[in-house]
């Protein structure tokens, strides 16, 4: 009974929940009652002791982690910082292939190169020379080389080849053999023959409209045709002028040709389809055309003559003196030209041509 009453006794003395008696006079506790358990103790720094704060990770005396924080090695910070890491040099890894993709160009082409195949000289044709004589076109063969090679016949061809002369044609003469003289030997070249004509001489080139009319009398314009087709180089047209029956066959009109300035002129040449016409050339220096026929400035440059069937050649006077104004004057017309009052007839200059002194 009495070991029961110490152990509960003692149970009591013990027990750390007990409140502690406190007085009631002053509110502390009560003389002889059980002392309260100490204050737990702030962490301290495992490097250099000083104590942290609640929350506080590293040491504010020297910078180390806490024990037991973030930055404490611990088996999760550090898997943590284990997947950061590989995620972080897959990422650089990937940007540094990227960029080498995207900067890397295509290697520079090598340069083409040139080969040059070399080509078997072309086998000449035999031939057959006599001593001493070389045959145009053929060389001595060098060294090694047979003198006589194997001829090459043409595909698809059974007839030999050519053979090659051996003397070469002997060349013309390239000078022109001296023309023989006349019998005496005097040396000069023999006479043309017979016949033969000296190369005609070329005509003055006339303005289109060099050529006009020259009615000095007035008779009416419609009795002339275009006095232009005198001059055109073609035979089939012609100047025209109409034939007055009642006072046929005398004639008193004319064609003019203006060359525009004073030049010399030894020849006049005419074409007609009205021969046996009588014709006169005059020729003027002055700077207008004169008004009549009877004008001291017409100077006459052949006398009266008859046209003849085709082209008339006359010549003129005068040929070392320029004249600007040259006139084929019509002061008869053939019979054959006068026609009747119902009909009257009309004589005509198909062309006129004139030529300077050669």
């Not at 204050?39 to 982690?65: F, I, M, V, Y």
């Not at 010399?264 to 050339?281: E, F, I, N």
């Not at 005068?318 to 009909?343: D, N």
């Amino acid at each position: 009974m009495a070991d029961s009453t110490d152990a509960s006794a003692a149970s009591k003395q013990t027990d750390p929940g007990d409140t502690p008696e406190r007085d009631p006079a002053t509110g502390g506790e009560a003389p002889g009652s059980p002392a309260s358990p100490p204050a737990p103790r702030a962490p301290a720094c495992a490097n250099c002791g000083a104590e942290l704060e609640d929350g506080q990770e590293w040491c504010l005396q020297c910078g180390t982690a806490r024990p037991g924080g973030l930055d404490s090695g611990g088996p999760g910070w550090r898997s943590a910082t284990t997947v950061l890491a590989v995620t972080g040099a897959l990422v650089l890894g990937a940007a540094a292939a990227g960029y080498a993709a995207l900067s890397k160009s295509s290697p520079p082409r090598p340069p083409a190169r040139v080969v040059t195949i070399a080509q078997a000289p072309a086998t000449l044709a035999p031939s057959t020379t006599s001593p001493g004589i070389t045959t145009p076109g053929t060389s001595t063969p060098p060294a090694g080389v047979p003198a006589t090679p194997t001829p090459i016949k043409p595909l698809g061809s059974k007839s030999a080849l050519p053979k090659i002369p051996l003397t070469a044609p002997t060349p013309k003469s390239l000078h022109t053999p001296l023309p023989k003289t006349e019998p005496g030997g005097t040396g000069k070249a023999p006479t043309k023959a017979a016949g033969e004509q000296e190369a005609e001489p070329t005509a003055i080139l006339l303005d289109t409209n060099a050529a006009s009319t020259y009615n000095p009398y007035g008779y009416p314009a419609s009795e002339f045709g275009d006095p232009g087709l005198a001059i055109d180089n073609e035979a089939s047209t012609a100047w025209t002028a109409r034939v007055n029956p009642a006072v046929a066959p005398r004639m008193a009109e004319g064609l003019v040709i203006d060359l525009n300035s004073v030049q010399k002129v030894a020849q006049l040449a005419l074409l007609t389809s009205t021969p046996g016409m009588v014709v006169q050339v005059y020729g003027a220096t002055a700077k207008t055309l004169p008004n009549s026929i009877v004008d001291p400035a017409w100077v006459p440059l052949s006398s009266p003559r008859a046209a003849k069937k085709g082209k008339t050649q006359i010549k003129l006077h005068h040929a070392s003196k320029g004249f600007r104004y040259v006139l084929l004057w019509i002061s008869e017309a053939p019979t054959s030209a006068v026609g009747t009052p119902q009909a009257p007839g009309h004589v005509a200059v198909n062309e006129l041509e004139l030529f300077p002194p050669q």
